[in-house]
Structures are given as structure tokens and as C-alpha cells.
């Protein structure tokens, strides 16, 4: 596997609990860094899959029944709190 480089900027505040950590766990903060990226990509990509695939559950000729069983207020705060990832997917 080919690796690529990331440079980022970051608060000194967040360096230093990065610092922190790296102390404590006896881990390198790149290694502490690729291990949070890794698990917080694979939570996104979760939540993400799962919220398209309830996006594209919804159409015109269900809203109806949605709004009757009260589906639709749960379809509302996916849509509002998931947009960004959605737009990501499409």
C-alpha cells in the first residue's frame, strides 16, 4: 500500500492533548492520528450509507403515509441533521 502525506494545522490546544496521549499510551501522535482518522472514517462512512439508504426510501407517494405514522418527523431530522453527508454520496 502506497502512503501519502497529510499536513495539517492545528489549535495548540489540540496539539497538546495529543501530546497528552501520546505520553500516557506510549504511542506516536502520527500513530495516535492515523488510528482516529481511521475509526472516525469508518463511523462516517457507516452513518452516512445508512442515512442514504433511508434517503432513498423516501419519495413523493410515501410522504403520505410517512406524515400518518409519523415517519416523516424522523425523515425531517435526517434530511436537516445529514445533508453534507448526503450530498457527499450523490
Do not use: H
Not at 18 to 34: G, K, P, R, W
Amino acid at each position: 500500500m502506497t502512503n501519502k502525506q497529510l499536513n495539517l494545522e492545528i489549535s495548540e490546544s489540540l496539539f497538546k492533548e495529543l501530546e497528552y496521549l501520546s505520553e500516557i499510551t506510549e504511542e506516536s501522535i502520527d500513530n495516535l492520528v492515523i488510528q482516529m482518522i481511521s475509526r472516525n472514517i469508518l463511523s462516517t462512512k457507516r452513518n452516512a450509507e445508512t442515512l442514504k439508504e433511508k434517503l432513498d426510501q423516501i419519495s413523493d407517494d410515501n410522504i403520505p403515509e410517512m406524515v400518518e405514522t409519523g415517519d416523516l418527523t424522523v425523515a425531517n431530522y435526517v434530511i436537516t441533521k445529514n445533508a453534507k453527508l448526503y450530498n457527499r454520496l450523490a
